[in-house]
C-alpha cells in the first residue's frame, strides 16, 4: 500500500471549514484513498473514500487532485465533536479489506 | 444492531500470564482484523482473516495466535504476556464487498506489568 504524509496537528473554527490535507505521492492506479477518524479513547470511524472522482456524503468532501498524488478531506463546517485524529490511508481495493495501513494522521481541534 | 463487540474493555496482567480478548461481530462480515495502537505509531495490524477457517499474519503477529472458527467470532490470544504488548487493541470487520469501509470495535486498553 502506499504511504501517506499528513501534518500532525490543525485547528479549526467552530462553524468554519476544516481542509486536512493528504500527501500520496506514490499511489497506484487501483488504490482508493480512504479517510478515517478517531474520536478520544473510541474505535476509527469511516468517514469516506474515492479513487479519483470527488466524493461526497453526510459528513465530509473528499477532493482528490488530478494526478491523485495528494487529497483534501473538508469538513464543511466543523463543529467541536469534530475534534478527533483523522487518518488518510490509501490501499488497493478487492481481496484486501483487512490490511489497512494506518499512520500517524492529524490530530484536528475545533475551538470555540 | 451491535456492530463489533470487543471484551473485556480493560485489562492488567502481570507478566507471563495468558488471556483472550474477545471480538465478535453480528454484520455477518467476511473479514476480520486485530490491530493494536501505541502512542505516536498509529495502528499496526496484528492478524486478519478473511473467512471462517482463514487466518494470516499482519505487520506485528509475534506474540499473538488467532483463529476463526465462526463467522461472528476472531478471539486474540496472547500466550505469554510481556510488557512489550502493553497497548490499546482494536478489532474491525468488513464485508469482501470491494472497497468496503472497516468497522471497528471500541477497544480493549491492556496493561502488563
Known amino acids: 500500500d502506499a504511504k501517506t504524509t499528513q501534518p500532525p496537528s490543525m485547528d479549526c473554527a467552530e462553524g468554519r471549514a476544516a481542509n486536512l490535507p493528504c500527501n500520496h505521492s506514490t499511489i497506484s492506479g487501483n488504490e482508493y484513498v480512504y479517510w478515517y477518524r478517531q474520536i478520544h479513547s473510541q474505535g476509527p470511524q469511516y468517514i469516506i473514500h474515492g479513487l479519483k472522482n470527488n466524493e461526497t456524503n453526510e459528513m465530509a468532501s473528499l477532493i482528490i487532485t488530478e494526478d491523485r498524488k495528494s487529497s483534501t478531506l473538508i469538513l464543511p463546517h466543523a463543529t467541536l465533536r469534530d475534534t478527533a485524529v483523522y487518518y488518510c490511508?490509501?490501499?488497493?481495493?478487492?481481496?484486501?479489506?483487512?490490511?489497512?495501513?494506518f499512520g500517524t494522521g492529524t490530530r484536528l481541534q475545533v475551538t470555540l | 444492531n451491535a456492530g463489533v463487540t470487543q471484551t473485556p474493555k480493560f485489562q492488567v496482567l502481570k507478566t507471563g500470564q495468558s488471556m483472550t480478548l474477545q471480538c465478535a461481530q453480528d454484520?455477518?462480515?467476511?473479514?476480520m482484523s486485530w490491530y493494536r495502537q501505541d502512542p505516536g505509531m498509529g495502528l499496526r495490524l496484528i492478524h486478519y482473516?478473511?473467512?471462517?477457517?482463514?487466518?494470516d499474519q499482519g505487520e506485528v503477529p509475534n506474540g499473538y495466535n488467532v483463529s476463526r472458527s465462526t463467522t461472528e467470532d476472531f478471539p486474540l490470544r496472547l500466550l505469554s504476556a510481556a510488557p512489550s504488548q502493553t497497548s490499546v487493541y482494536f478489532c474491525?470487520?468488513?464485508?469482501?464487498?470491494?472497497?468496503?469501509?472497516?468497522?471497528f470495535g471500541n477497544g480493549t486498553r491492556l496493561t502488563v506489568t
Open positions: 454484520m455477518n462480515h467476511e473479514y
Open positions: 474491525a470487520s468488513s464485508t469482501s464487498g470491494e472497497n468496503s469501509p472497516l468497522h
Open positions: 490511508i490509501v490501499r488497493v481495493g478487492v481481496g484486501t479489506a483487512s490490511k489497512l495501513t
Open positions: 482473516s478473511v473467512g471462517a477457517g482463514i487466518t
